[in-house]
């Protein structure tokens, strides 16, 4: 029984300290990974070589892939952007097999030490990151040692050694492999235990080479779950990653039935003599072989998924989300992405949105008012959307940097919908107008829409500079606010001069005050936006 809750208490601390070190490294450094991977992803070939880091940093290929279909599906990146990443994170995930056949583990509680210091005593956010990841990888090998002396037992129980000893068929092998990584969701536990049962001989290393694709196949488990709340491009973006495993575990199946003895023999004369060392070094040759054979080829997986996986996706109607779906496995790392683009369509509806008020109010026409009306009821609904999604992504285990940003983005969101409903404003005077026979003079129109070009052009830079981070334009909207500003005071001056001399009617008096108001506020708001998130980036 002792044997059996150790075994069970240091696979415990070993997840714990996988998940906590992937964790931690994508908090302290996922976001300038993230935009590096954006980045360099057009060429294909330094595409995997940086996935292949990308995962060996963040220790995890699954959170890699979700990323890169959550980039997908945010049309972020293209499908055959996508298509190195995933193959060079399938190598990246053979580091931590690699680690773990390392002896580490008598300097494990010096680590896991070190990392405890970091987190309880650094007062600086990105220090106690990394104190995480060092507790993690403490934890791990701690969970290693408390596996490896339970596992030392199991040869003392007959009956563990032959239900171990029975496992020769290669399907039954991989079937296993697939299982239990899919239950656990990391190939990289399923190969560290396997090669952990190795160098205690409870399975033998052609077994290995078998139960190891079975792994492969498994780790695409998150892609999967995560594409299928996703467009059609997410879902041939996870199906490539099935390929890739299926299609090379088919291959390597065929080579193992045929070259079996030479292959162990070539993994032995690389590997030494410890079987642990074999069985690390054959999972990641597993994956560079596959890579070497299919990234000459990879236009054609995109060929074969988009016919497996064909035709466009289906316009939805009424309101919906674009970029951001409730139902989605979230990935932290990709959160704050997807909900700024996001956030970016709901201000480009607000803009477009004011654009037509105004020409609704210029030319009283009826259809533009509707049209102002139900638009407001889109900006509104996606308000709401996205609140609430901000609210769940704040509860995520984040990067630093995007963590910062969340307060700026409850403020934009909060802003557009505030631009919406000056824009329903003014079609609400443009409707008093028509219904009252009211009109402007031809100098309160002109004035009008001089300030309303004012307002638009600080929106359109206001929304370019929060989209594409471009800092172009920070003088421009501060000087073109400060006009807005001094031309409210002005035109109200002019308007009570005009109304003095009785060349204005009392009741257009009051709309032009509430419309010139308004726009100022506007004016206000979009400022508001553009500078929402500078301050977070010089933390």
């Known amino acids: 029984m002792s044997m059996i809750l ?12 996988m998940n906590f070190m992937s964790q931690g490294l994508q908090k302290a450094a996922g976001a300038k990974l993230r935009s590096v991977l954006t980045a360099i992803s057009k060429n294909k070939y330094i595409a995997v070589l940086f996935g292949a880091l990308f995962t060996a ?16 599906n945010a049309g972020l990146m293209e499908l055959t952007q996508a298509v190195g990443i995933i193959f060079g994170a399938n190598i990246g995930t053979t580091i931590t097999a690699q680690l ?8 494990a509680p010096v680590i896991l030490f070190v990392g405890v210091i970091m987190f309880l005593f650094m007062k600086q956010p990105i220090f106690k990151k990394i104190g995480e990841v060092v507790i993690g990888f403490g934890a791990l090998f701690m969970g290693i040692s408390m596996m490896s002396g339970a596992m030392s037992q199991l040869n003392d129980y007959p009956v563990v050694i032959n239900t171990l000893a029975q496992l020769t068929n290669p399907v039954l092998a991989i079937l296993v492999g697939l299982i239990i990584t899919v239950i656990v969701q990391s190939s990289s536990v399923t190969v560290s ?37 996703g467009k059609k491009d997410a879902k041939r973006a996870a199906l490539i990653h099935v390929l890739f495993n299926v299609f090379g575990m088919i291959i390597i199946s065929v080579i193992l039935i045929f070259a079996m003895q030479p292959f162990t023999a070539f ?8 079987i642990k060392r074999s069985v690390a070094n054959t999972d990641t040759i597993y994956k560079v072989f596959q890579t070497i054979i299919f990234l000459p080829i990879s236009a054609q997986f995109i060929k074969l998924v988009n016919r497996l ?17 409730m139902n989605t496995v979230f990935s932290p790392t990709a959160a704050i992405v997807e909900a700024m683009r996001e956030i970016a369509r709901m201000g480009r509806k607000a803009e477009e949105n004011l654009q037509l008020s105004i020409e609704a109010f210029l030319d009283g026409d009826q259809a533009k008012i509707d049209r102002v009306y139900a638009t407001e009821k889109y900006i509104d609904y996606l308000s709401h959307e996205i609140t609430d999604y901000l609210v769940d992504v704040n509860q995520l285990q984040l990067p630093v940097s995007d963590s910062l940003k969340i307060g700026g983005l ?13 824009a329903e404003n003014i079609a609400d005077a443009a409707v008093r107008m028509k219904e009252e026979n009211i009109t402007f003079s031809k100098k309160a129109t002109k004035e009008i829409q001089e300030m ?3 307002d638009m052009q600080i929106l359109i830079y206001a929304l370019e500079m929060f989209e594409n981070e471009d800092y172009s334009h920070m003088k421009d909207i501060r000087a073109i606010e400060e006009e807005v500003d001094q031309m409210e005071i002005d035109l109200q001056n002019s308007h009570i001069h005009r109304m003095a001399k009785g060349k204005c009617s009392p009741e257009s008096g009051l709309i032009f005050t509430d419309l010139v108001t308004g726009l100022e506020r506007v004016a206000d708001h979009a400022t508001n936006i553009a500078f929402a998130l500078t301050s977070t980036d010089d933390k």
């Open 57 to 72: 940093i963040i220790q995890s290929s699954g959170a890699t892939t979700v990323m890169v279909v959550t980039f997908v």
């Open 193 to 229: 235990i396997l090669l952990l049962m190795a160098g205690q001989g409870l399975v033998t290393l052609p077994i290995c080479f078998y139960f190891i694709l079975g792994c492969n196949i498994g780790s695409c488990t998150p892609a999967v779950v995560a594409a299928l709340d």
């Open 100 to 107: 773990v056949s390392f002896n580490l583990t008598a300097v």
């Open 267 to 274: 993994i032995q004369s690389i590997s030494g003599s410890d």
């Open 452 to 454: 309303f070009e004012k």
């Open 6 to 17: 150790t075994l069970m208490g240091g696979l415990g601390l070993f997840l714990f300290g």
């Open 410 to 422: 409850f403020h934009v969101v909060n802003d557009i919908e505030r631009i919406g409903d000056h």
């Open 309 to 325: 996986v064909p035709g466009e996706d289906v316009k939805q109607e009424g309101f919906s989300l674009q970029y951001i779906s």
